[in-house]
């Protein structure tokens, strides 16, 4: 379970998140959705302690993640390609996060089977360090990698941005598989509407850093959101005609 | 066009490395390159002077005379240093602008980089001087131009042989043997120089040759670089087959060895962290130094290049620990590790590669025991306490390093910073002192013995001052991750 808690970070006099309050439970998957600017990437950072908040909490199981570092056992995320390691085969980079994961070399050849139609033979044993490979295949590594070692949480930014057709829909039938089977929780933020709401069984929507909906997912839910955004752009539009009706 | 070209040159110089080089890099890289041109300045009005008025010789005679070793390493210096930049042509490719433009956009820029232009405040002062001290007006600027020209033409042949490895080291075996030659007096090699070079300034004509040897190989160069002028060969970075391996032994180790694999196959597989290896090594003979000057034989001096022989690879490692890290710091810092593991990962290293290099560093027992010894308790200190002083000052440094560029080998050079100066003090100065005044008053076996007993009190303590350590990674985690984050 994760809790978010008065949590807000600030850039010198711009507020780029504030959430009051958001609790994640066990084996949701999280939707975050929301344009560019939002706050989506800031508040998975702030889940992983990877900036500080300038104030609140992020906790995991009751374990403030600024305070200490068990969480680290539960969580895994790929967020982008800061989370590769370019010198490295595939092989290697699933090997080195395996092990880390309390697995060997054996257990992660052998989850890997499971992708050797994701990977499409462009991946393991392609004779190419992590660093040459194409920017979809590089996602595709990164959140394999993510999966490895049965992690409590999961956590992927923009999973299905780069990614083709084919693959789109095989991760989110992975998604969808592991949260039923293994009851992983998935914190996954997009922008593509249909994709979100199609996996997670919970979308929330931030808007320049604040929450505005939170929404259990239902056959309207696609409907709702692109209305939400359908009537963000043409208040948009309204703004730059009343302010040129002004002048 | 090509001012366009210069607005772009002139943004991209001021707004990037905005972290990786800092304004105080900035200023002591632009320090370095003003003073690097008043040596040049300097050099010019020296090399006149005291030609002309001490040795009563003719200076241009004597300057044509040693040109060629100045042409020579000119041209490998561009070699190590120099590289085409193929990354930002990318964009303006589907522009309309000719494809013509863009080639020679690309061989002018690399009349731009320091290195290319530096030596010209050599040649232009000494032209100058030249003139001014009565030599012919017409031979002293044919001269200039034609050694102008031969010097700018190495950026073409460097273009024309990089990423030629084979040639390259065919090339350095011709010149290091030349050099052999000429050192012996079995080839009159300088004779030569002195006549070629000199010719420009007796026979102006000859400058023509050095103007047509410029065009031919800038109308190669241009051809060769159009001709793979696509993104998939001349403008494509080079691609290493990659090679799954692994050191199963370490395995064993569990998150320890898993890193320390990882740190192995980094080093091997990066331009930067190749140039490491071989610095460490070089560093192995930095004892030999010794033969060089007397000061080098006090203890003190001993222990200081004790440090450095033993230690090259500490040194250099670990005090770019993070900033090796750096593409991937975030995936580190969110790993099922705890940072005093990754920090220990690092320190095994570096004592294992101390540990060898003690043992390598033997052939200095051959030269007398006793140098082998001070280097031995060198050895042991750098184990015991350096190593933990060395990552400390890791923690304050933080450079983005991108391991596989070439061009910035040297040029990635540590941040400064007070408190990683300060930690020199434990790091260099209280094992020289400690060995150089109990050699004073208790004789060698006992400075060996109070060294080794410094290592040992610091390898004892070593969880202690790892608790720091780590306090002080953690305390600058996040302003290193911000660091890291912003691209070059």
């Known amino acids: 379970m994760i809790t978010i808690n008065n949590l807000s970070k600030t850039y010198g006099n711009a507020t780029v998140l504030n959430i009051e309050n958001l609790e994640i439970p066990k084996g949701e998957t999280f939707g975050l959705v929301g344009n560019n600017g939002a706050g989506k990437t800031t508040l998975f950072s702030l889940m992983l302690d990877l900036i500080q908040p300038t104030t609140g909490f992020v906790s995991i199981d009751g374990i403030k993640v600024n305070e200490s570092e068990t969480w680290k056992s539960k969580v895994a995320a790929f967020v982008d390609d800061t989370f590769l390691i370019g010198y490295l085969t595939p092989e290697e980079y699933f090997y080195f996060i395996g092990e880390l994961r309390g697995q060997n070399k054996a257990s992660v050849d052998e989850f890997l089977k499971q992708f050797h139609d994701l990977f499409n033979g462009e991946i393991v044993n392609s004779g190419k360090y992590v660093r040459d490979l194409s920017k979809g295949n590089q996602k595709k590594v990164g959140i394999v990698g993510a999966i490895i070692g049965n992690p409590e949480i999961i956590i992927l930014d923009e999973p299905f941005a780069n990614l083709d057709p084919s693959t789109q829909i095989k991760l989110k039938n992975l998604i969808k598989e592991l949260s039923k089977q293994s009851g992983v929780t998935f914190l996954i933020s997009s922008h593509d509407l249909a994709h979100t709401t199609e996996v997670c069984n919970r979308i929330v929507v931030v808007n320049k850093g604040l929450q505005v909906k939170d929404i259990q997912t239902n056959p309207e839910t696609l409907r709702d959101l692109e209305q939400y955004f359908a009537d963000q752009v043409n208040s948009g539009k309204q703004d730059v005609i009343s302010e040129e009706t002004s002048i | ?488």
């Open chain 2, 1 to 488: 066009m090509f001012v366009q070209f210069l607005k772009l040159e002139i943004k991209s110089f001021f707004r990037g490395t905005s972290v990786g080089i800092n304004l105080a890099m900035k200023i002591f890289r632009f320090i370095g390159i003003l003073s690097f041109i008043a040596y040049c300045i300097g050099a010019a009005f020296l090399v006149f002077y005291y030609v002309e008025k001490k040795m009563g010789e003719d200076a241009m005679k004597i300057v044509s005379r040693f040109m060629i070793a100045l042409w020579a390493a000119d041209l490998i210096l561009k070699y190590l240093m120099q590289q085409m930049s193929t990354q930002n042509i990318k964009p303006f490719l589907t522009l309309n602008i000719p494809k013509k433009t863009l080639v020679n956009y690309m061989l002018i820029k690399t009349f731009l980089s320091p290195f290319s232009w530096m030596n010209s405040f050599f040649f232009v002062t000494f032209a100058v001087i030249c003139i001014f001290n009565g030599l012919e007006i017409l031979g002293s600027l044919s001269w200039l131009i034609a050694l102008s020209l031969l010097f700018y033409l190495n950026n073409f042949i460097n273009i024309l042989f990089n990423n030629k490895e084979n040639i390259a080291i065919a090339v350095g075996i011709l010149f290091a043997a030349i050099g052999g030659l000429a050192y012996y007096d079995i080839i009159p090699l300088f004779d030569y120089s002195e006549k070629i070079f000199y010719a420009f300034y007796d026979q102006p004509y000859f400058t023509l040759l050095a103007i047509g040897l410029f065009a031919g190989l800038w109308w190669i160069c241009f051809n060769h670089v159009k001709k793979e002028f696509y993104l998939d060969q001349g403008l494509e970075d080079k691609k290493t087959i990659g090679k799954t391996e692994n050191i199963a032994f370490l395995n064993k180790y569990g998150a320890i060895g898993s890193f320390i694999n990882n740190d192995i196959k980094m080093m091997r597989r990066n331009k930067v962290t190749k140039g490491i290896i071989i610095g460490s090594f070089m560093f192995i003979f930095y004892g030999l130094l010794m033969f060089s000057s007397d000061v080098y034989k006090t203890p003190y001096m001993m222990m200081f290049m004790g440090l450095f022989v033993t230690g090259g690879f500490q040194f250099l490692f670990g005090q770019r620990v993070p900033s090796f890290d750096s593409s991937y710091y975030p995936l580190m810092m969110t790993l099922n590790v705890p940072y005093k593991e990754y920090l220990k990962a690092k320190w095994w290293l570096m004592n294992i590669v101390t540990a060898v290099s003690i043992v390598v560093a033997l052939f200095y027992a051959i030269i007398s025991w006793e140098m082998y010894f001070t280097f031995f308790a060198a050895g042991l200190y750098n184990i015991g306490v350096n190593s933990q002083f060395t990552l400390w000052s890791g923690a304050f440094n933080k450079t983005q390093i991108d391991l596989n560029s070439k061009e910035k080998v040297m040029g990635q050079k540590n941040s400064f910073n007070l408190k990683s100066l300060l930690l020199l003090i434990p790091k260099m100065l209280l094992p020289m002192a400690v060995f150089g005044i109990s050699k004073y008053f208790f004789g060698m076996t006992a400075a060996v013995i109070s060294i080794a007993v410094l290592g040992l009190i610091g390898f004892l303590f070593r969880e202690k001052i790892f608790d720091t350590i780590v306090k002080q990674y953690k305390s600058e985690k996040y302003s290193t991750l911000e660091a890291f984050k912003s691209k070059n």
